[in-house]
C-alpha cells in the first residue's frame, strides 16, 4: 500500500489501475480490493488518481485508462475527485482536482455524462468558502467548450459568473469568473447567446482594475484571456469600445505598474488593431486611443541604456542595454504601423517624431530618428550614429535619383566622417549607407568616386581582426556597389587591385561564421557583372570556393520534443515542430547555397559564351535542385540559370570554342537533360511565383533551341497538361477567397479598410493573371505551339485535346481585353501549328474556323509575324481547309490581310508574297469572285489595300 500511494512514483499506482481495467476477474478483483484499501487515505489516493488519470496514457487506438473502467469503478474515482474538491486545503492539488474533473467530463459528456457534475458545481458557487467557488468557475471555464450541453443553463451561469465578480469577492475566485466569462463567449456559437454577456464588460473591466492594485500575477492571468477574447471575437467589444481601450492604454501608460503588466495591455491593443478580418476598422474610429498608443509605444523606446558593452558587441542586433519595454515598443509600432496604415499613422508620426528629434535627451532623438539631416548630424552619440546610417538605407532604397542628387555632397561627407570614427558598428552602417547611395545615384556618383575610394581600400586591407570581420565583408560590399555604379571604365585599375586582394583572401582559411564567404561571393558577381569579359581570367580561381558553396547539403537534426535541443537558441538554426518531432535546419547554410546559386546566374548571365568550360559542370548541380524543396531562393537560382547555360554553350557551339567531343549532340543530351526535370518539377512546384519562373525558363529554352527538341514530346505535351489543370484549381481557390472577402460584413469599413480589401483582391488578380495573361500562360501556350510543330507522332495522341484546350482559351469572353490579348495571340499562334503539323490527328474542322476568326493577331508582334505567314503559306497552297471548298473564305483572309499589311505585323518578306497573292487572285478569279472580296472590305480597308499594292514592293534582306 505504501508502495502504491508513494506520489514519487506513480507507476506503480499507474499498474493498479490498469489491473481495474482487466476482463480477468482473477486480475481485476485483487486490483479493486487494493484500491478500496487505497481510498482510506483520500489525501494520498486523490493525487495519485490525478497523476494516471491525468497523464497522456492511450492504446493503439487512442483510448484512455479511462474508458476500460467498469462503470462501478469510474463511479467511485468520480465520486473521490468531488469529494477531494470539498476537503483538500491546498489550491495547487484543487486546481489539479479541477483540471481532472474537466478532463474526465469532457470524455464522458457525450457518452454517459455526469449528472452529478453540475448540480454539485452549482452547490460549490452557494458555499461560503472562497476555494469551493474558484474551484467551480475553474471547471466551468474549462468546460466552456461544452457549452451545447450547458444551452438550457446559460441564463443561470450568467447570473453566476456575475455574481462572482462583484467588489466584495475575492480576487482570486474574481478572477476564475473573468476567465470562464471569457471562454464561454468563445464557445457559444449562437450570437444572441453571446449577445447575454456584454452586460458582464464592466465587471471584468472593474475585476482587472481592482486585481491590477493588489496583485499583478493575477491581474495578467486577466490580461492573458482578455488578450484571447480580442483575438477569437474582438467584435463583442464593440459595443463598451471606449471603456475597453480606456483602461488597457491607461494600463500602458502607467510607470507605476510592472512592465509584464504594461506589454500585455500593448498586445492587447494591438491584437485589436489588426483583427481586420474578424472586426474591421474598430481601433481606427477611436483616433484618440490610436494616439496615446503610439505615443506608449514611443516611450516604450527610451527603455534602453548606453550600456559599454553595446560598443564592442558582434552586430547591432545584439541588445546590451535595451530593456523589455523597448523591445515591444520597437516590434509594436511596426504592428501598428501595418495595422492601421499611412492614413493614420503618418500624421501622428509627422506630429510627434520631430519633438523626439529636437530633444537634448540622446534616447529621445535615438527613439525618434526619422528626420534624416538631423540624424546625420548628430555626433553626440553612437547608438543615434548607428541607427542614422540605418536611415539613410531607407531613405535610398525609395529615392529617386534626382532627389538623391540635392543631399549627397552633405550626407557623401557625413559618412565619410562616420567611417574615421573608430566605432565598428558606426563605421559598419556607414558603408552599407555608402554602398546605398552609391546604388542610387548610379554614374553621378564618379565626382564622389576619387574621395571615397582610398577609405574603402583602406579598411578593406586593415580590417584583419576576428571582431572586425563583418567590417572586412561590408567594405567588399560596398566596393563591388560602388564599382557597378560608376562603370568599368572608372573601376578597372582599382578593381584589379581589389581583386587581387579578394583572392588572397580567399586562400585564407576562414572558420564557418565567418560572413566574408557569402559577401564574398555576392562581391565577385558584382565586380563580374561590372567588368564584363575582362572578368575571365579571374574565373579559374573564383570558381572552386563558389561550387562549393553551391553543393553544400542540408543540415537536418530530428528529435523528440522533449529533448534537449542546443540549438534552440542559435540564429544560424530554424526549428520547427511537427508532431511529437523538432526538426531543425541549419538556415546559414542554405543561405550561403543559394547566394552561390544566384552568383553562378550571375556569371552565366554576364561571360555568355565565356562560361563554357563550366557549363556541364554547373548544369549537372542546378538540375536536381529544381526539387530543392527545402528552400525556395536555391529552385528560383536553378531555374533562372538553367535556360542561360544552355544558351552559353549554344554561343560557344556557334562559335567554335567547343571541345571535339561537345558537338550538336551534345548539346540536344543538355536540352533533354534539363527539359526532362524541368517538366517534372513545374507540376510539383508548391510556389505559384516560382511556377510562373519555370514556365518562362521553359519558353527561353525552347527560344534558344527549339530545333534540338528535346525530350519525348508526348510526355512532354502530358506535363504541360497537368500544368494548365494546375492553374484551373489555382484560379477556382482564388475566386473563392474573394468572394469571401467580398461576402464578410461591411458596416464598419471605412476608406482605409476598403482601400485595404481592394489590395486583397488585386493581390488575387496577380494570382489570376498568373495563369490569365503574361509569362505563365503565355509560356504554356507557346510550349503547346512548340509540341504541335516539332512534336511528330509522339503527340498525336494529345492533339484533340490540347486542340480543344487551345479553343476554349481563345473564345473566352475577355480573352482580347488588357493583358489577356498577349496570352490569346499565343494561344492563337499555337492553334495554328496544330492545325498546319498535327492535321491527321483530330478533325481540324473547328479548329480553323476558331483559328481564322480571331485573325489578326495584333498584340504580341513576334507571335503576329509568325501567325500571318503560316497564314499566307496556307493560301499559297491552297489549302482547302482554309480557303472553303468554293473559295468562299477569300474574302476574310483578304480582309485579314487589308489589316496588317501596313504594319510591322508581317515582315517585308511576307508582305512581298501578299502582294504577289493578290495580283494572281485578280488575274485568276472570275469579276464576281473579285467583287465579293472587295465587297467584304470597309471603306478603310479598301484605301489601305490600294495604297499598299501601289508601294513599291520591300527589297530582301541582305545575304548573310
Known sequence: LAVLLDVSNPAAFE???????????????????????????????????????????????????????????????????????????????????????????????????????????????????????????????????????????????????????????????????????????????????????????????????????????????????????????????????????????????SDKLEDSSRNYAVEFLLTLAQAREKAPGMLRKAPQFVQRLFQALLMFLLDIEDDAAWHTVENDEDEEGMGERYDVGQEGLDRLAIAMGGKTILPLAGQLLPQCLASDDWKMRHAGLIALSQVMEDHANPRVQAHGSAAVVNFSESCPKEMMMLYCDALITKLIELLQSGKKLVMEGALTALASVADCAQSEFIKYYDTVMPYLKNILMTATEKQHR????????????????????????????????????????????????????????????????????????????????????????????????????????????????????????????????????????????????????????????????????????????????????????????CAPHHDANWLKAMMDFILVDLCEAVVKEPEVEIVSNMLEALHELIDYGGE????????????????????????????????????????????????????????????????????????VLYGFGVLAQFGGDPVKPAVPDLA???????????????????????????????????????????????WLSYLPVKGDKEEAQIVHEALVRMVETGDALLVGASQENLPHVVKIFSQVVNEELMTDEVKNRVRALMMSMQTNLQPPQVAAIWGALSPEEQAGLQMFMQAPAASPPPAQ
Open 804 to 850: 480543344a484546350k487551345l479553343i476554349e482559351v481563345i473564345t473566352l469572353p475577355e480573352s482580347r481585353t488588357g493583358d489577356n490579348e498577349v496570352a490569346t495571340d499565343n494561344a492563337v499562334s499555337a492553334l495554328g501549328k496544330v492545325i498546319q503539323y498535327q492535321r491527321s490527328a483530330f478533325d481540324p474542322t473547328a479548329a480553323m474556323s476558331t
Open 708 to 779: 534540338l527538341l528535346p525530350m519525348d514530346p508526348a510526355k512532354m505535351a502530358q506535363q504541360l497538361t497537368g500544368v494548365a489543370e494546375m492553374f484551373k484549381e489555382i484560379l477556382k481557390k482564388s475566386v473563392q477567397r474573394m468572394e469571401e472577402r467580398q461576402a464578410r460584413p461591411q458596416e464598419d469599413f471605412d476608406e482605409e479598410e476598403l482601400e485595404a480589401l481592394n489590395e486583397e483582391n488585386e493581390q488575387e488578380t496577380d494570382v489570376y493573371d498568373q495563369d490569365d495573361n503574361c509569362d505563365v500562360r503565355q509560356a
Open 15 to 253: 499498474g493498479l489501475m490498469r489491473t481495474l481495467t482487466s476482463h480477468d476477474n482473477a486480475v481485476r478483483d485483487p486490483g479493486e480490493a487494493m484500491f478500496n484499501e487505497c481510498k482510506k487515505q483520500p489525501d494520498q489516493c486523490t493525487t495519485q488518481l490525478i497523476q494516471v488519470l491525468t497523464k497522456d496514457v492511450h492504446d493503439d487506438e487512442g483510448n484512455t485508462i479511462w474508458q476500460f473502467l467498469r462503470p462501478e469503478t469510474q463511479a467511485g474515482i468520480k465520486g473521490e475527485l468531488l469529494k477531494s474538491l470539498l476537503e483538500e486545503p491546498s489550491r495547487s492539488i484543487s486546481k489539479k482536482v479541477c483540471d481532472t474533473i474537466s478532463e474526465i467530463a469532457a470524455i464522458i459528456y457525450d457518452t454517459t455524462g455526469w449528472p452529478e457534475l453540475l448540480p454539485f458545481m452549482f452547490q460549490c458557487i452557494q458555499s461560503q468558502e472562497a476555494r469551493h467557488k474558484e474551484s467551480a468557475l475553474l471547471i466551468f471555464a474549462q468546460l466552456a467548450h461544452c457549452a451545447p450541453h450547458l444551452q438550457p443553463y446559460l441564463g443561470t451561469l450568467h447570473d453566476v459568473l456575475g455574481s462572482s465578480m462583484q467588489p466584495t469577492v475575492v480576487f482570486d475566485v474574481k478572477i476564475a469568473a473573468l476567465k470562464a466569462t471569457i471562454n464561454f463567449i468563445l464557445s457559444i456559437e449562437n450570437q444572441t447567446d453571446i449577445d447575454r454577456f456584454q452586460d458582464l464588460v464592466p465587471l471584468m473591466l472593474q475585476t482587472l482594475g481592482a486585481a491590477l492594485e493588489e496583485d499583478e500575477i493575477l491581474a495578467r492571468e486577466a490580461l492573458e484571456a482578455l488578450i484571447e477574447l480580442a483575438e477569437n471575437n474582438p467584435r463583442f467589444l464593440r459595443a463598451q469600445l471606449a471603456a475597453v481601450l480606456t483602461v488597457m492604454i491607461t494600463i500602458a501608460e
Open 470 to 657: 563583418m567590417l572586412r565583408a561590408k567594405s567588399m560590399e560596398c566596393i563591388s556597389l560602388v564599382g557597378m555604379a560608376v562603370g568599368k571604365d572608372r573601376f578597372y585599375n582599382d578593381a584589379v587591385e581589389v581583386m587581387d586582394l579578394l583572392m588572397r583572401l580567399q586562400q585564407t582559411e576562414m572558420e564557418d561564421d565567418d560572413p566574408t564567404v557569402s559577401y564574398m561571393l555576392q562581391a565577385w558577381a558584382r565586380l563580374c557583372k561590372c567588368l564584363k569579359s575582362a572578368f575571365l581570367p579571374y574565373l579559374p580561381q573564383v570558381m572552386p570556393p563558389l561550387l562549393k558553396s553551391a553543393q553544400l547539403k542540408t543540415d537536418v537534426t530530428v528529435r523528440d520534443v522533449d529533448e534537449v535541443d542546443e540549438n534552440e537558441d542559435d540564429e544560424d538554426w530554424e526549428t520547427i515542430e511537427l508532431g511529437d518531432k523538432r526538426i531543425s535546419i541549419r538556415t546559414s547554410v542554405l543561405e550561403e547555397k543559394a547566394t552561390a546559386c544566384n552568383m553562378l546566374f550571375c556569371y552565366a548571365d554576364e561571360l555568355k559564351e565565356g562560361f563554357y568550360p563550366y557549363v556541364e559542370e554547373v548544369v549537372q548541380l542546378m538540375v536536381p535542385l529544381l526539387k530543392f524543396y527545402v528552400h525556395e531562393d536555391v529552385r528560383n537560382a536553378a531555374v533562372t540559370a538553367l535556360p542561360e547555360l544552355l544558351n552559353d554553350a549554344k554561343l560557344a557551339l556557334e562559335k567554335g570554342m
